[in-house]
């Protein structure tokens, strides 16, 4: 019978080896977070661009019609009321125009694959800023998560292959020396993967008290009902510009 | 519409929330235009449940004071949404009908106006129906009338289809166009009109505005008559007497005209007092003939109609005839001399009404 040498773990070694454990535990959780977070703002932000498509265009032309209206109205009285009101108008309709046909109405529709999530898990988990050890990994990882978001929210799964397959964890491993500090280090690591899920929650919670999130509760409901309610909104809207237009039209026709 | 009525419609052209920068500005607004939809519809739909609950055997006067309620919904309904088509209809029918309001025709047409002008083919057919024949402060505009029938007929309106349908046939506010009066009427007998495809039926057997056709115009009277359409019952029962687009067929015809009878058209009562009289297609009964061919003498309605005319005319030779020689009757030649009388003047009004009907034609096509 071949003799094995076991050596017996010291409490400081059971304890790191304990929370490690937990470490890993949490960085998984942490990697489902931030996926939460990621795919609740792309899925806003693709809400938002069919809005302002679809909604905000409408919007956008009944501010014009209601600016031309002013000024008719303006050229009529001449009166400095009617002139301001037209002003009013007119920079009402330039802010909405500019709105509408922004930058976030270009957002298309976001279907991420399961091949993409779980690649965003991955990443999530390896280059997450809060395992950071140091100020300049840190930096490093922050730098690199922007990117990771960034492909996930384009839908970019080659981003995210490339991102993994550059990303080297060695110098973790490397540094510090001994049981103690290297205790010392997984502690603070645990610390800041806490205080990240805790801030994602804080933030998910925020963004779904936005009114764009409120409208996109509602669009969901209704499609649950079988409705669409962007088609709803747009039919109601449309109707309003038929007024309008008629208004102007019996305006100018004076 | 003139501006004073657009003016006065509060339409909130503008949403409250607009003097904010940004995208996230057009998504407070429309979160909350959406509120006051979702206000509208609320109010809207407590209207109709109010509406509905009226217990139907409540009298006219009863009705309507029990609609004050209604009518208060029905405004809040449209403060929220003054551009909502569904309630500009309902306040349309409300100050039209005088529901829980006092009748005001001038109202009840902008509101229809405003609804037909946003595709409501409910509200283009009753607007139609106000400009046909005019109404309190409203002008008889018939061409207006025509356009609004033709604009819901368009959008499958089948109401608005069977008007516009008789309308070309008889020239009323528009030129007389019997291909036109056809193609309507098959469009409201492909929908499952019975009475479009009654008519559509008539059209076919004397082919008016289509080729002539007894084949088809036999299967058009059948589904109308499996609907019930009293006339179509005959039309068809005439068919198998005559064996026109059906194989000749007594017992059939026999059928459908006691269909008819049984829903008081009268001319079919005059064919079974007929058929009863002189045993063709029915036992020889003197006694049952007498009865039907009394029924078909003094039709109750269908004055202006040919077929109510015309049979109502023979049934009364008959009877003069069967009261001449005591047939089924009492002999008496007072009342022979009297049905004969009848007959003569029937016959003078028929051939009036059918001057008439040329003439009609004749103006129209000229």
């Known amino acids: ?254 | 519409m003139s501006e004073q009525d657009l003016r006065d419609a509060l339409v909130p052209v503008q949403s409250a929330s607009i003097a904010l920068k940004g995208s996230q500005s057009l998504a407070k607004r429309g979160l909350g235009d959406l509120r006051l939809l979702e206000a509208a519809e609320e109010w809207f739909q407590k209207a109709k449940d109010l509406y509905n609950a009226v217990p139907k055997e409540y009298s006219v006067a009863q009705f309507r004071s029990a609609l004050g309620e209604f009518f208060k919904c029905l405004q809040r309904a449209s403060n929220f949404d003054p551009n909502h088509p569904g309630i500009q209809s309902w306040l349309g029918a409300a100050y039209r009908d005088g529901l829980g309001t006092d009748k005001d025709m001038v109202a009840a047409a902008n509101w229809f106006r405003r609804a037909a002008d946003q595709g409501v083919a409910d509200a283009q057919y009753e607007l139609a129906g106000m400009y046909m024949y005019g109404d309190e402060g409203i002008p008889q505009d018939s061409s207006e009338a025509v356009l609004l029938y033709q604009k819901a007929s368009e959008q499958g309106h089948v109401d608005a289809q069977l008007v516009l349908g008789a309308a070309y046939l008889d020239g009323a506010g528009l030129t007389r166009d019997i291909v036109g009066s056809t193609f309507w009427f098959r469009r409201a007998a492909e929908q499952g009109s019975g009475l479009g495809q009654y008519f559509l039926a008539e059209a076919l057997e004397e082919g008016r505005g289509v080729e002539k056709d007894s084949i088809e115009a036999a299967s058009w009277y059948r589904k109308a008559a499996e609907q019930g359409i009293a006339s179509a019952q005959y039309g068809l029962g005439l068919m198998y007497k005559k064996g026109d687009g059906v194989e000749k067929d007594l017992g059939e015809a026999v059928r459908w005209f006691l269909k008819a009878s049984a829903q008081e058209y009268s001319p079919a009562h005059f064919q079974l007092g007929h058929m009863h009289h002189y045993g063709s297609g029915l036992p020889k009964d003197y006694t049952k003939a007498a009865q039907y061919l009394h029924k078909a003498a003094e039709p109750n309605e269908g004055r202006g109609d040919i077929d109510h005319l015309s049979t109502a005319m023979l049934a009364q030779l008959e009877l003069a005839d069967m009261y001449r020689v005591g047939r089924g009757v009492e002999k008496s030649a007072t009342l022979s001399e009297s049905w004969f009388r009848k007959h003569q003047v029937a016959q003078r009004e028929l051939s009036k009404l059918r001057q008439v009907n040329s003439d009609v034609s004749e103006r129209n096509r000229s």
Not at chain 1, 56 to 72: F, K, P, Q, S, T
Not at chain 1, 78 to 84: D, R, W
């Open chain 1, 1 to 254: 019978m071949k003799s094995e040498v076991v050596r017996r773990l010291s409490p400081e070694e059971e304890e790191l080896a304990v929370k490690r454990e937990e470490l890993s535990r949490l960085e998984v959780q942490l990697a489902e977070q931030e996926l939460l977070l990621a795919s609740l703002k792309a899925e806003l932000a693709a809400f938002e661009g069919e809005y302002l498509r679809r909604v905000g265009v409408l919007y956008a032309e009944l501010d014009e019609w209601n600016a031309r209206i002013a000024e008719l109205d303006a050229e009529q009285d001449g009166t400095p009321e009617a002139k301001a009101k037209a002003a009013e108008a007119r920079s009402q309709a330039e802010e909405a125009y500019s709105a509408a046909h922004g930058e976030a109405a270009a957002v298309q529709p976001f279907v991420p694959s399961p091949e993409l999530k779980s690649l965003y898990r991955e990443a999530a988990k390896r280059v997450h800023p809060d395992t950071a050890t140091d100020e300049a990994d840190r930096t490093r990882r922050e730098r690199l998560m922007k990117e990771v978001n960034a492909a996930y929210a384009a839908g970019d799964e080659d981003a995210l292959r490339r991102i993994l397959a550059g990303f080297d964890t060695s110098p973790d491993a490397v540094q510090g020396s001994g049981v103690g500090a290297e205790l010392i280090r997984v502690l603070r690591q645990l610390k800041q993967l806490r205080d990240r899920i805790v801030a994602i929650e804080s933030e998910i919670v925020s963004i779904s008290e936005t009114d764009l999130a409120r409208l996109k509760e509602k669009a969901d409901l209704a499609a649950t009902e079988g409705r669409n309610l962007l088609a709803e909104m747009e039919a109601n809207v449309q109707g309003r510009l038929q007024v309008i237009q008629r208004q102007f039209e019996m305006r100018s026709g004076e």
